[in-house]
């Protein structure tokens, strides 16, 4: 199977991860092969989105068969760059910092937690989720030690007011991928990747539709929609 990831839209790389996570899913309960149309029901995508985005994958399904699940599920680990294990670093231990440290989900989807940081002396030296708290000045030395291939993805949990300061702090020790839940926009050099969970932007939106949906006739309509699909861009 050959494929060439550079030429994958970014609306197909975001579909990617729900395809997985169904793969998964499926694998988990034995299944051996899924057809377009379940699998797109599973991901909440229509399977003809679902078919074109696989076949950039150079993933076609046998007709009659469908997908084998465990060779698409590696294709599609493949391609999102999972084959090997990520190590990632969370910046900002408080009440969000330590909730994802404690949290072993991670290790399953290929992610593994290995260092976080933490600039209030009070909170380094501290032992969350089986990791020590460092400090920001150590970021360097413990990133070039636990993730020496400089492949870590940062998690930034600091308030927002300082999210600049600790992506800047990254971006200085070599981190050139950040996951940042602060409400705030990141000035990056280019090369390096943002992306943003904001819940209160998800709230809006749910709102926005909440609105929209009560105001049509009969109210809430029989069949939920997954918003957090159906919201990308195509
Ligand atoms: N708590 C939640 O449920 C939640 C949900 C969504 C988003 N968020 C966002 O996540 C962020 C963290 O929220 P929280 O409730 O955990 O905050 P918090 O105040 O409990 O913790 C923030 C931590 O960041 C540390 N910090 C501050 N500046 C730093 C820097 N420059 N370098 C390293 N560490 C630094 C602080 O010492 C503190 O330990 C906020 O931006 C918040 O808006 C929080």
Known sequence: MTHEPDRLSDATVLRLPTYLRALAELEARGVTSVSSEELAVRSGVNSAKLRKDL??????????????VRVLADEVSKVLGLAQVRPVVIVGMGHLGHALADFGGFATKGF??????????????RRIGGLDVHSMAELPQVLARVAPRGDAIAVIATPAASAQGAADDLVLAGVRSVLNFAPVHLAVPQGTDVRKVDLSTELQLLAFHAMHRDALPGGASSAGSDLSTSEVPS
């Open 112 to 125: 593994d937690v290995v260092a976080c940081f933490d600039r209030d002396p009070d909170i380094v030296g």
């Open 55 to 68: 076949s950039h994958l150079g993933s076609y399904g046998v007709r009659g068969v469908g997908y084998d």
